[in-house]
């Protein structure tokens, strides 16, 4: 079963805007992650969030982690063509042995 | 560093026939973890491998098998195919388990 679940299913945007992903998930978690697949390849790391984290930057990128809620938002500033993409958000569920389990992912699509 | 190596990147095969997929971690990388991925159902957790001890198993039928080789080299195994077994077959290394993966590029295949 999916623990995270993002949200909007699909989005588009004009080259230049922000973009602005959620993913909500069920259980307590070790950390959070985000991953961007380009069409039919393999999936890239973009950043992970600890439990004990709030806010991270990375270039562009910001990702929040609300645990009161279960839910985290990744922020794209100033999109690209090239950020056109399907995102993944992917959670390390508190416990042993657990498994990153990914949502379905968003659809971003980037309008030159 | 060479990244994670998937081969071969696609496979045709006919219901009831049985395929082996490779997977080649990252150099030093220890942990191998295998997804499957339809457009129905997004990334499905099979199992992951460390040290070549399966430590984590999903929800898939006995059909689905998997096994890591002391350089920590992993193969799957998909025993009597079914058509709802095509999908894009993902696998990811990581240095510690449930931090950042490390994907390869996949295995597509097609179940005629």
């Known amino acids: 079963s999916q623990q995270g679940e993002e949200d909007p299913q699909a989005l588009s945007i004009q080259e230049g805007e922000n973009a602005t992903m959620n993913c909500s998930y069920k259980?307590?978690?070790?950390?959070l992650q985000w991953y961007r697949q380009n069409s039919g390849r393999g999936l890239v790391h973009l950043i992970l969030?600890?439990?004990?984290?709030r806010e991270k930057h990375s270039g562009r990128l910001r990702v929040t982690l609300d645990t009161s809620k279960k839910s985290s938002s990744l922020l794209i500033t100033a999109s690209r063509a090239a950020d056109t993409a399907s995102y993944f958000c992917?959670?390390?569920?508190?416990?042993?042995?657990?498994?990153?389990?990914f949502g379905k992912g968003i659809t971003l699509s980037v309008r030159p | 560093k060479a990244g994670v190596t998937q081969t071969p990147r696609y496979l045709i095969k006919t219901r009831g026939q049985q395929v082996t997929l490779s997977c080649s971690p990252i150099?030093?990388?220890?942990?191998v973890s295998w997804y499957q991925q339809t457009p129905g159902q997004g990334l499905q957790f099979l199992f992951e491998?460390?040290?070549?001890?399966?430590?984590n198993k999903g929800n898939f039928p006995g059909r689905f098998s998997g096994r890591q080789f002391s350089n920590s080299r992993s193969e799957m195994n998909v025993s009597t195919l079914e058509l709802g077994d095509s999908a894009l077959y993902l696998c990811?290394?990581?240095?510690?388990?449930?931090?950042?993966?490390?994907f390869g590029s996949g295995t597509q295949l097609s179940v005629l």
């Open positions: 969030i600890r439990s004990n984290e």
């Open positions: 990811a290394s990581s240095l510690v388990q449930d931090e950042k993966l490390f």
């Open positions: 491998y460390f040290s070549e001890t399966q430590r």
């Open positions: 259980t307590s978690i070790n950390n």
């Open positions: 150099s030093g990388h220890r942990s």
């Open positions: 992917a959670t390390d569920a508190a416990g042993a042995n657990s498994k990153l389990t």
